[in-house]
């Protein structure tokens, strides 16, 4: 660079004392600048000493630091000069080991570093489709009823298990397109792709339908970075059925003659299984495994006495809940409904969905009343999906644990 009267632009010399990341520092010694100020932690390597922080490490000799008493794990600042570190004093003393729970974390900063490029990439693709973030209560009189759920008490309340019913009150509040990337807890399912407190992406938009939250999906594993043959693959439920299983749902109605078929293809049923009992062994262990492996699957249509909070379509043949859910990589990644806004018929769900917890032994907290008298006052027309984001993004970066891509999994 030249400066207007001809001669060279002097460098600006570096703040007394500011601290400069050291792949900067490193960048700032090969183009000529004084010793710039440092500071990372120790460790020792091949006879040497590491610093490093985390934008990159430097190597230098163990006496350098051993004059200022600074030993390996200990915390220094310095004045970094061409494979030497000057002025070092000690910040921190290393006087224990980390905990074990602990001492992957600085390993992983990288693996976080790319998980917030993927939130950041979320966030963007909605901003783009003019959409509300919000941010809604942890806390709730009512998590969610659904037999399977297995809700953590929070004092007199419950820790969400879904934003749900507060997204959609904000819906019959008048807002049409809103998102929030929300902490949820669950306790019913273990494993390397579940986590008893997770973030969970949900969203809705209003007078749409579920082609939208389709192409959403999409798009978002597009801008996460994740690439998919196209198109997807899109079954039903009772396709799915047919092709993986060899079973017609729609001639299957009558518990015990589901339960015969399923023990015949070698599928173990319990006495007291009833017909969605019945179906989860079955699709376990015979269609889940199919779902999602060479492309994304999208699997619609589920039983009628799945459908939660979603729209029924009857059928004298085999009424189905209009819902679908999203596989890829042969992960359950979301799970979309056509929602359901008649205030009577969502109350009769609920208070038959607390009427079996409690004959079942399980926790049965009350109605949310709010969200009921939100139906009431007029719900516009929506299409609602719940994502997990913490599977997005192991699936973006390749990983198959999810406590990799968190920086504490619980």
């Given at each position: 660079m ?8 002097p460098?600006?010399p ?13 960048a700032r010694?090969r183009?000529g ?5 440092v500071a990372g932690r ?15 490490e430097?190597?230098f000799e163990?006496?350098?630091?051993a ?5 390996p794990?200990?915390?220094?600042a310095g004045r ?17 080991p ?13 693996l ?7 939130v ?5 693709y909605?901003r ?9 209560p942890?806390?709730?009189v009512c ?7 297995v ?8 820790l ?10 904000l819906?019959?509040?008048g807002?049409?397109r809103?998102?929030e990337?929300a902490?949820?807890w669950?306790g019913?399912?273990?494993?390397p792709?579940?986590l008893?407190?997770?973030a ?12 939208a939250?389709e192409a ?5 594993l ?10 997807p693959e899109?079954l039903?439920?009772?396709?799915a059925?047919?092709?993986?299983a ?5 001639a299957?109605?009558d518990?015990?003659a589901?339960?015969?078929a399923?023990g015949a ?6 006495p007291?299984d009833?017909w ?5 062994r079955?699709f ?8 999602g492996r060479d492309?994304?699957?999208v699997?619609?249509e589920?039983p009628?006495s799945q ?10 043949e085999?009424p ?13 990644l979301a799970n979309?409904f056509?929602e359901?806004t ?5 109350r ?6 607390r009427?079996w917890?409690a004959?079942?032994g399980?926790e049965a907290?009350p ?11 007029g719900?516009p027309p ?6 997990g ?6 699936l973006?970066?390749g990983e ?7 920086p504490f999994?619980?």
């Amino acid at each position: 660079m030249t400066a207007r009267g001809g001669g060279a632009t002097p460098r600006p010399p570096a703040a007394p004392g500011a601290r400069v990341p050291l792949a900067a520092a490193l960048a700032r010694l090969r183009a000529g600048f004084s010793p710039p100020a440092v500071a990372g932690r120790l460790s020792a390597r091949g006879g040497r000493f590491v610093l490093s922080d985390a934008s990159g490490e430097v190597e230098f000799e163990v006496a350098v630091a051993a004059r200022a008493g600074a030993r390996p794990g200990d915390l220094v600042a310095g004045r970094l000069g061409d494979g030497v570190l000057e002025e070092v004093r000690v910040l921190a003393r290393a006087v224990a080991p980390p905990l074990p729970e602990d001492a992957g974390l600085a390993a992983r900063l990288p693996l976080l570093e790319r998980r917030a490029r993927v939130v950041d990439a979320v966030r963007g693709y909605f901003r783009g489709q003019g959409f509300l973030e919000v941010t809604t209560p942890h806390r709730v009189v009512c998590p969610g009823l659904e037999p399977h759920l297995v809700a953590q008490p929070a004092g007199d309340r419950w820790l969400i298990t879904s934003p749900e019913l507060h997204l959609k009150r904000l819906l019959a509040a008048g807002a049409e397109r809103v998102f929030e990337i929300a902490r949820a807890w669950r306790g019913d399912e273990h494993g390397p792709w579940h986590l008893p407190e997770f973030a969970m992406l949900e969203w809705y938009r209003a007078y749409e339908g579920l082609d939208a939250l389709e192409a959403d999906v999409l798009a978002l594993l597009d801008a996460a970075g994740c690439r998919f043959a196209r198109p997807p693959e899109r079954l039903t439920v009772r396709e799915a059925f047919s092709r993986h299983a060899g079973l017609d749902l729609a001639a299957l109605r009558d518990p015990r003659a589901f339960g015969a078929a399923a023990g015949a293809l070698g599928v173990r049923v319990a006495p007291g299984d009833d017909w969605d009992d019945v179906f989860f062994r079955v699709f376990l262990e015979r269609v889940e495994p199919h779902l999602g492996r060479d492309r994304v699957t999208v699997l619609a249509e589920y039983p009628a006495s799945q459908a939660a909070l979603a729209r029924v379509r009857p059928d004298p043949e085999f009424p189905v809940a209009l819902r679908f859910e999203v596989y890829a990589s042969g992960v359950e990644l979301a799970n979309a409904f056509d929602e359901l806004t008649d205030p009577c018929e969502q109350r009769r769900r609920h208070e038959a969905d607390r009427a079996w917890r409690a004959a079942h032994g399980r926790e049965a907290p009350p109605l949310d009343e709010a969200f009921l008298a939100a139906l009431a006052a007029g719900h516009p027309p929506a299409a609602g999906i719940a994502l997990g984001l913490d599977r997005l993004v192991a699936l973006a970066l390749g990983e198959n644990d999810l406590a990799r891509v968190v920086p504490f999994a619980g």
